[in-house]
């Protein structure tokens, strides 16, 4: 028999730890906002991200999206160390231990509570080694800002290093569908490297992400 | 708080509060009060709430796995807190942003469905005989609305 006394004596009856409203909090008189546990959040606007890419595109052309990637790698590392560090702590377990539920309910809410859209973590290709992800409503995701190609550099760069932290295997990150050039959301691919290398190609030939992941379901 | 007496603040740059609005915040002050003495009646009665549900749900499944009914009764314990808690607030959005848009994709990810509506109508009952009807009806808003959203989408599913 169940005894509800000794369930209640669980801590691990959980809510949504990144929820916005006691997630973040601003110390207006200081002009911060802040999270939960007093590290700066910083609010950016459309506008300072459109011109952050301009200026890049200005100063190094074609390789802004390489230079963002890096930039997006490097966030993603310590993204990843303070996301761990938090969701632990909550869950007083290590995030290796935290069931992939609840794990990847914290990605989503952590992502959503900070302006980045809404993320879903889809495993139908995890078998043949690849994790698709896919976020809608990106704020990286610029139109005609980057020319004529999938724009959330900075994003695949991050999602790179982030999920290579959380398999601890080194994953590479190449975006195949983005709401800047008219896609309903925004789809990356995850995988090794050498595995991914071949549909960089098929992106700049504007295939589709289901014809590449067909492709690479057959490679 | 109250979305309504936030409002409030903005008028002091303008003019002092009229009776009209003075009188929203006694009505405020008086809900309250009436708010807190369920918040007491629930809080206080949390194990004899879940322990008759708890039995009942262990009478009817007999073949789910007891992980899985642990786990629905815990998300029902913590739906319940978060009632109570938005019942205090009065704060719509407070409920969906902490337990529903975290517990929705959980319930159906673990496939604990038929197990969580089950559970959602005996709390029903429960609370019913717990609180007075007037009681009751101050809980409803949350009640419909995690029915709406959490118990529906699951028969839908």
Request: charged share 20%; glycine share 4%; proline share 3%.
């Amino acid at each position: 028999m169940i005894s509800i006394k000794e369930l209640l004596k669980d801590t691990q009856i959980k809510s949504n730890y990144f929820a916005a409203e006691s997630y973040l909090k601003g110390d207006f008189e200081s002009g911060l906002i802040e999270n939960i546990n007093g590290e700066r959040v910083l609010a950016i606007s459309d506008i300072c991200l459109d011109s952050i890419y301009a200026g890049l595109n200005n100063e190094v052309g074609s390789s802004a999206g390489l230079v963002l990637f890096k930039c997006g790698v490097w966030w993603g590392k310590s993204f990843y160390r303070q996301f761990a560090e938090e969701v632990s702590s909550h869950y007083q377990q290590s995030l290796a231990d935290i069931r992939m539920m609840e794990l990847s309910q914290c990605i989503q809410q952590f992502w959503k509570s900070h302006g980045w859209g809404l993320i879903t973590l889809d495993f139908d290709y995890y078998q043949q080694g690849f994790l698709i992800v896919k976020i809608v409503q990106s704020p990286f995701a610029r139109p005609e800002v980057l020319g004529n190609e999938p724009s959330c550099y900075l994003e695949a760069g991050m999602l790179s290093s982030f999920f290579s932290n959380l398999s601890d295997t080194k994953l590479h990150c190449i975006q195949t569908s983005c709401e800047s050039l008219g896609a309903n959301c925004n789809l990356f691919v995850l995988g090794l490297a050498k595995r991914l290398e071949p549909i960089q190609p098929l992106v700049e030939n504007k295939t589709s992400h289901s014809d590449i992941m067909e492709f690479l379901d057959k490679n | 708080m109250n979305i309504k007496i936030r409002e409030l603040h903005k008028k002091a740059e303008m003019h002092y509060l009229e009776d009209q609005e003075l009188d929203k915040i006694g009505n405020y002050v008086y809900l309250l009060s009436k708010k807190t003495e369920i918040y007491k009646i629930i809080s206080s009665q949390e194990v004899d709430i879940f322990q008759p549900i708890a039995n009942q749900i262990n009478n009817i499944f007999t073949e789910e796995e007891p992980e899985k009914i642990e786990l629905a009764l815990k998300y029902w314990i913590s739906i319940l807190r978060h009632w109570n808690m938005a019942l205090i607030t009065e704060d719509p959005n407070y409920i969906h942003e902490h337990v529903l848009d975290w517990l929705i994709p959980q319930i159906k990810g673990y496939q604990i469905s038929i197990l969580s509506n089950k559970i959602f109508s005996l709390l029903q009952k429960s609370l019913s005989k717990k609180l007075s009807s007037v009681q009751y009806s101050f809980l409803k808003p949350y009640i419909e609305e995690t029915e709406n959203n959490l118990v529906n989408s699951n028969i839908q599913s």
